[in-house]
C-alpha cells in the first residue's frame, strides 16, 4: 500500500506520526478541503508529467493550474501529464494520492511558487484518504526538490 511507503519514508525522519488518516476521501483538492476543514488553495496537489521520458512531480497549490507557455520555457516541452492508468506503475502511488515522499527512484520533484503564499499546506500521503500538513520549509526539505519552479497560474 502506498500510504505504507510514505510512512516507512517518513520513519527515518521520526514524523511518520503526523500522516493523518482520514474516514473521508482527499482524492481531489475539493475533498481534501472539505475533509481538513480549509481553504482549497492551501493543498498542495501533486501533478505527474513526462518530461524526456521520465516522470516529473510538481506541487503545487489547490488553486493553481499550469500555465503552458510557463511551463515550456521551464522544461522546454509541452506539457504532458501521465496517462491515468500508468501514474501508480510510474510514480508509485495511485491517482488521488500521488505525493512527492515514498516515490520511485529518480523522479526529479518540482515546487510551483504558488505555494509560497501559505505558511502551511496540505500534501497527500500516498493513498485517496491521507494527508500531512508541512510548513512550505519542510515540504521543501522531505519532497527532496530539486527546484521551485513558477509554471503556473492561479485559478480565477
Excluded at 15 to 28: K, P
Excluded at 75 to 101: D, L, R, S
Amino acid at each position: 500500500m502506498s500510504i505504507e511507503k510514505v510512512r516507512e519514508y517518513f520513519k527515518q525522519y521520526k514524523i511518520d506520526n503526523r500522516i493523518m488518516e482520514l474516514d473521508v476521501s482527499s482524492a481531489t483538492v475539493e475533498l481534501a478541503a472539505k475533509a481538513l476543514n480549509c481553504e482549497g488553495k492551501r493543498i498542495a496537489k501533486t501533478l505527474s508529467f513526462i518530461v524526456q521520458d521520465k516522470p516529473v512531480l510538481i506541487v503545487t497549490a489547490g488553486d493553481a493550474k499550469i500555465d503552458n507557455s510557463k511551463y515550456k520555457s521551464y522544461f522546454h516541452t509541452k506539457a504532458k501529464m501521465i496517462p491515468y492508468e500508468e501514474v501508480e506503475n510510474m510514480t508509485g502511488h495511485k491517482v488521488g494520492g500521488v505525493c512527492p515522499f515514498g516515490i520511485k527512484d529518480g523522479i526529479d520533484v518540482f515546487l510551483d511558487n504558488s505555494l509560497k503564499r501559505f505558511n502551511t499546506v496540505f500534501p497527500a500521503c500516498g493513498s485517496a484518504n491521507s494527508a500531512i500538513e508541512f510548513t512550505i520549509d519542510e515540504l521543501e526539505k522531505y519532497s527532496k526538490a530539486k527546484n521551485w519552479v513558477d509554471v503556473c497560474k492561479i485559478a480565477e
